[in-house]
């Protein structure tokens, strides 16, 4: 027991201090495709200094600094860090979620609620903002136009589609299944009025985690009608937009260096997201499991 008291002292002092290493010098990022939050660019390159996005630029123009550590990252796809719009934070399991969605590409959450949300490296960032709580609106598909609906009441919707496809695999699915295949048509009529919609999870609805479900969420709302681009859109800059996050959402000079790294294009081919390089969290590179670390230390 004095053992493996001192073990998990050893391993929880390691973790913190790995995850809360800086980067001493920039670095660059070089020859990849960049879905910037709004729009795709091939071959670049992106220089990161002291936890910012320092330039951005033509891969074989772009002036890399002295000193600057080199990642070739030729065929990858760089994005910002993700956004889930709607999640609510479990107080007995708060650091274990924070640090499993990091890990997966979310640096930050968005929840109704939450008393004194952690702060760390190796932790997603939480936003509190009572306006997570907009869900998708279906039944009135038919007789009103949702899309227009949204519009003009200068609103946004988070459809939860993976909780909603969840409710309709239950026993008790006869219930939702009008809304299940009225979802398709509600973001339909969103895409078509060009309504904000961001991606959120509802993480811990059962079903659900904090980590893989917003990439499971991006898929759904790709195979409901939206486009590659716009899904991305949904868990990047819309939300940043939406919850009044002028610092990220998007990979532009001086914003926060909060990017995602993934094998393979997204923005064709959305399940890309979840074949992911590498993470960053203000220009620190996140170890790939800190959230085990925070399950032992918990």
Not at 109 to 121: C, D, L, W
Not at 124 to 146: M, P, Q, Y
Request: proline content about 6%.
């Amino acid at each position: 027991m004095v053992v493996r008291a001192i073990l998990l002292a050893v391993l929880c002092g390691l973790g913190v201090l790995i995850a809360a290493q800086p980067q001493d010098r920039p670095f660059v990022i070089r020859n990849v495709r960049v879905f910037d939050g709004v729009s795709v660019r091939q071959h670049q390159s992106v220089v990161v200094r002291d936890g910012h996005i320092e330039s951005i630029g033509p891969a074989d123009a772009l002036v890399v600094p002295d000193g600057a550590e080199e990642l070739e990252e030729d065929g990858r796809t760089l994005l910002p860090g993700l956004i889930d719009a709607h999640v609510h934070i479990d107080p007995l399991r708060t650091i274990e979620a924070l640090g499993r969605a990091l890990v997966l590409g979310v640096t930050t959450v968005v929840t109704p609620t939450i008393a004194e949300p952690p702060e760390g490296s190796h932790l997603a960032d939480v936003k509190i903002s009572e306006r997570s709580e907009a869900h998708l609106l279906v039944g009135a598909t038919g007789v009103v136009d949702l899309g227009h609906l949204v519009t003009r009441s200068n609103s946004f919707v988070i459809p939860t589609l993976s909780v909603l496809y969840r409710l309709c695999e239950t026993p008790d699915a006869a219930a939702v299944l009008s809304s299940c295949q009225e979802a398709r048509e509600a973001i339909r009529q969103l895409g078509a009025a060009d309504a904000v919609v961001l991606a959120g999870t509802d993480a811990p609805f059962p079903g659900t985690t904090y980590d893989a479900s917003l990439h499971w969420e991006l898929e759904h709302l790709v195979e409901a009608g939206m486009t590659p681009t716009a899904a991305l859109r949904a868990a990047t800059s819309a939300a940043a937009d939406a919850f009044q996050m002028p610092d990220r959402g998007r990979i532009a000079p001086g914003l926060r260096a909060d990017l995602v790294l993934v094998n393979g294009d997204p923005t064709s081919q959305i399940r890309a997201t979840r074949s992911i390089e590498a993470v960053w969290k203000r220009g620190v590179r996140v170890p790939r499991t800190p959230w085990v670390m925070a399950e032992l230390c918990s």
